[in-house]
């Protein structure tokens, strides 16, 4: 049974850092792992990804060089680290698990996490 869930979201300030987990059951440990955003009245981006098995990880373009995904395969859990946050980085933070390598896709995921909230404010 593939499950995800995430967990360290919270509010902080314009610049501060947070680090998003997600926890996968065992059944996804080798599947490609993305991270998707979704503030209020947009539709769920694509932010982050890790091929896993397949290696390699790719970024939107607003976040790269301030967001960083990392996995522990010993605890089957990916990482968002995102650091210099902005404003515009506000939204609910979900994970998603799909077999291979990441798509930008969100309707090629399967898997899906319940979320966290991420607020951002000056």
């Known amino acids: 049974q593939g499950q995800l869930v995430e967990s360290g979201g919270g509010s902080v300030q314009v610049g501060d850092s947070l680090r998003l987990s997600c926890a996968a059951s065992?059944?996804?440990?080798?599947?490609?792992i993305a991270w998707f955003r979704q503030a209020p009245g947009e539709g769920r981006e694509f932010v982050a990804g890790?091929?896993?098995?397949?290696?390699?990880?790719n970024y939107r373009d607003s976040v790269e060089g301030r967001f960083t995904i990392s996995r522990d395969n010993a605890k089957n859990t990916v990482y968002l680290q995102m650091n210099n946050l902005k404003r515009e980085d506000t939204a609910v933070y979900y994970c998603?698990?799909?077999?291979?390598?990441?798509?930008?896709?969100?309707?090629?995921?399967?898997?899906w996490g319940q979320g966290t909230q991420v607020t951002v404010s000056s």
């Open positions: 890790d091929n896993g098995s397949g290696g390699g990880t």
């Open positions: 998603a698990a799909r077999p291979w390598v990441v798509s930008h896709n969100l309707a090629d995921y399967k898997y």
């Open positions: 065992s059944a996804l440990s080798r599947f490609a």
